[in-house]
């Protein structure tokens, strides 16, 4: 069955540090791989997307992506975390020409002074 | 332009009322989404519409009924509201096929007593 896993809940990085949250997906066909952001009480923005092509893709507010097929995994990076990137993120997989999404159950990140 | 509007953003329901969450977009989206989301769950799919008159079921669609009889509205349908469908709805839009990162709404918060 096809499924994401976000397998930590609750990340806590000192403000300046380097970032990685981890997604790792299970889907038979090539993937359209997504990381969304959601601060508290709001919808949810896009960060980035891979469909094709280069497997280390940008996204907006400095975040990198990096898809490995071999792992199955699509894990989202950031050299250096602002306070203001406390937030909660999650990975999601598109599973039909439909375009439904499965989305992992999420990594909160706090980030600490 | 507005993107995906949902109302109401907060709503009160006793148990067995009925009540219709309302969504709209105004970008001429094809394909729109209804999500739940629960706390450590992620979000998961109500139901989705890939066109006027054209509505499928997602993967927790009891209890909930939609329509889709314009491009821009898809609203969704609570009858008998029960506690277990106390959450956060989200509303979602993408043109149509292809690698596509979802325009949300901002949510409506949704508390059955």
């Known amino acids: 069955a096809q499924s994401v896993t976000q397998p930590d809940i609750h990340i806590t990085v000192s403000e300046g540090a380097s970032l990685e949250l981890r997604c790792n997906y299970s889907?038979?066909?090539?993937?359209?791989l997504f990381w969304y952001v959601q601060s508290p009480g709001q919808g949810l923005q896009l960060l980035l997307k891979y469909f094709s092509g280069d497997t280390l893709v940008q996204g907006i507010k400095g975040f990198e992506a990096e898809f490995k097929r071999s792992q199955s995994s699509f894990n989202l990076r950031k050299p250096s975390v602002h306070w203001s990137d406390a937030a909660e993120y999650f990975c999601?997989?598109?599973?039909?020409?439909?375009?439904?999404?499965?989305f992992g159950q999420g990594t909160t990140l706090q980030v600490k002074p | 332009n507005a993107g995906v509007t949902q109302t109401p953003k907060f709503r009160i329901l006793k148990i067995g009322q009925s009540m219709t969450l309302q969504c709209t977009q105004d970008?001429?989206?094809?394909?729109m989404y209804w999500y739940r989301q629960d706390p450590g769950m992620g979000l998961k799919l109500i139901y989705y519409s890939v066109g006027a008159g054209i509505t499928d079921k997602g993967e927790v669609p009891n209890g909930y009924n939609v329509s889709r009889s314009t491009t821009e509205d898809f609203p969704l349908r609570l009858e008998l509201a029960a506690p277990s469908q106390t959450s956060v709805y989200f509303c979602?839009?993408?043109?149509?096929?292809?690698?596509?990162?979802?325009?949300f709404g901002s949510g409506t918060r949704l508390t059955v007593v």
């Open positions: 979602a839009s993408i043109p149509g096929e292809g690698p596509y990162g979802y325009t």
């Open positions: 970008m001429n989206h094809n394909y």
């Open positions: 889907y038979g066909a090539t993937p359209y």
């Open positions: 999601a997989v598109v599973v039909s020409n439909t375009g439904k999404l499965i």
